[in-house]
């Protein structure tokens, strides 16, 4: 099976490239901008990841996230997170940024983007990886703050695909972005939330219903309410599934409780994702095989899988074709 899932084409969906920041380029890059972090070394780093909420890590991600100045340092980021890709074949990847963690710093939106959007398309060339942004407003902060994102953004629309929503769910509801969401796709930006992760089946019903979002952001908690989870399979809407990050950030406690194969077998599109991989222990491919195994799935779940992650992507049908008769090919064999 670890053969299978590693060699299985597939794209990633839900991916935080703050998140991939792993502990020793963290390091690296400190140094090299004099920036001191509250920790001694990698170890010390790494034994701070223990987190019973969302909140525990979103803490300690923005803490990691502000050692990043320079474009180059944005780069450098992404380009590690593209190697992992293609090591993992991962063919295509929805990248979310939140600009504002660094503006809010005083770094420059043009500096974040600028940095990220380098890396992908020497990424592309050199590993043939199809790559795309995914803006994210931080749902914490207020829609104000996003409308001035969303802003600062428009010089640089056209590299950037989506819009969405993430950090502290609870409390911050869908209905807190509808106009900043509006004035979004009014400008082109395809709709995408986080919904369901820590929050109730209510905000997932309002980031349908307000934000009309084309994809949720994890979802889980969508299966408290049956005839949302009808609506869901209605509109033909994915879920972008983080097994690893809904075990580390203690949304199921044990990952043979997942729903995941729930989800599929009430007709819900589910996708596999690393959401935030430095953070919560692993790669996409990680996240397959540790559901693989939790769950008992089939070669036939994990192409279905994979297939999904083609199918609910960004990207246009005609991409979206080849990409899966890559699937097919290598399904069939
Ligand atoms: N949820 C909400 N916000 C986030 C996450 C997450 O899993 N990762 C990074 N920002
Ligand atoms: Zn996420």
């Known amino acids: 099976m670890e053969n299978f899932i590693k060699n299985l084409p597939k794209a990633e969906l839900h991916l935080h490239i703050e998140g991939t920041f792993e502990p020793e380029l963290m390091f690296e890059i400190a140094k090299r901008n004099n920036i001191d972090i509250p920790y001694a070394s990698v170890y010390e780093l790494k034994k701070a990841y223990a987190f019973d909420c969302l909140q525990d890590f979103l803490d300690i991600y923005y803490q990691g996230a502000e050692v990043l100045l320079h474009e180059r340092d944005f780069f450098d980021l992404t380009f590690a997170y593209l190697e992992k890709c293609a090591e993992q074949n991962v063919r295509h990847a929805e990248i979310m ?20 959007h380098k890396a992908c398309v020497v990424a592309e060339k050199e590993f043939g990886i199809s790559t795309l942004l995914i803006m994210s407003y931080l749902r914490h902060l207020s829609e104000e703050d996003a409308f001035k994102t969303l802003e600062e953004s428009l010089p640089f629309k056209k ?32 709709p995408l939330a986080h919904a369901g992760e820590e929050g109730d089946a209510d905000y997932v019903w309002e980031a349908l219903d307000l934000l009309h979002i084309v994809r949720i952001d994890h979802g889980n908690n969508s299966l408290q ?43 819900m599109k589910v996708t596999v994702n690393s959401d935030d991989p430095a953070y919560f222990g692993g790669q996409v491919n990680q996240n397959f095989m540790a559901i693989q195994r939790a769950l008992d799935l089939s070669k036939e779940d994990l192409c279905e899988l994979a297939r999904n992650s083609f199918q609910y992507s960004l990207l246009d049908q005609k991409t979206k074709n080849s990409f899966l008769s890559e699937v097919e090919n290598y399904c069939a064999a």
């Not at 929503?165 to 509006?182: I, M």
Request: hydrophobic share 40%.
């Open 97 to 116: 940024f939140d600009p504002q963690t660094h503006t809010e710093r005083g770094v420059s939106f043009e500096t974040v983007i600028t940095g990220i």
């Open 159 to 190: 590299w950037i695909t989506a819009v969405g929503l993430d950090s502290s769910e609870k409390g911050n509801p869908p209905s807190k972005f509808k106009r900043v969401f509006e004035a979004s796709v009014a400008e082109g930006y395809i």
């Open 225 to 267: 309410d049956e005839s949302l989870v009808r609506e869901i399979v209605k509109r033909d809407l994915a879920l972008t599934v983080c097994p690893m990050s809904n075990l580390a950030l203690k949304v199921v406690q044990d990952l043979r409780e997942h729903p995941l194969k729930k989800m599929m077998s009430l007709g």
